[in-house]
């Protein structure tokens, strides 16, 4: 999903300026946790429904504006009977592009090694990608395992339930990590889309 969304990213920004449109949302019906599922399976919880993404690069001082009318979308269910949250990423929306580039990511948590097993795979990258996730200082913190990337963090911000952003860190020159990107979410009422 992280080299899908610096590819992502970079189209964003020489993509034309679309009227802002918004596919309709195909079900309300998320699914829930399994009984039995682990109470981690809360951590992810704020993925489930239907967002619309606005990207912002880091400048250095702030975020940058979303561009104008191009935004992507980003769902999240409960899959595998409640045990998994299953997400997918559509950028731009489908209803700015119906044949635009998609990916799934499938999320477990792995209650030994305390951490989020999640894999992903998207149109046009070729390969499945290993990546591990979970909280550090208080954040969401994920990170790819394969291919090896030792240059990429992401971390979750929830600011309410209907609003949250994965944030994109680089190194600098100095071993620091950085922000690059954000990607912000803003939900979709299932009811105003019908």
Known sequence: MIRSTVIGVCCVLALPIFAQEIAPVET????????????EISQFEFLIGDYT??????TGQGWTPPQPGVTARWNGRYG????AIVDEWFHPDPAQNSNAPRGINVRMYDEEAAEWDMMWVATGAHQVQDLRAKMQEG????????PERNDFLAKFEVYDEDHWARIEYQKSEDGEWVERFKLAASRIDCEASD
């Open 28 to 39: 309300c019906d998320y699914g829930t946790p399994h009984p039995s599922a682990p109470e």
């Open 53 to 58: 993404i606005h990207l912002h690069a880091w």
């Open 80 to 83: 595998l009977g409640g045990m």
């Open 139 to 146: 954040r969401l913190t994920m990170w790819q395992v394969y």
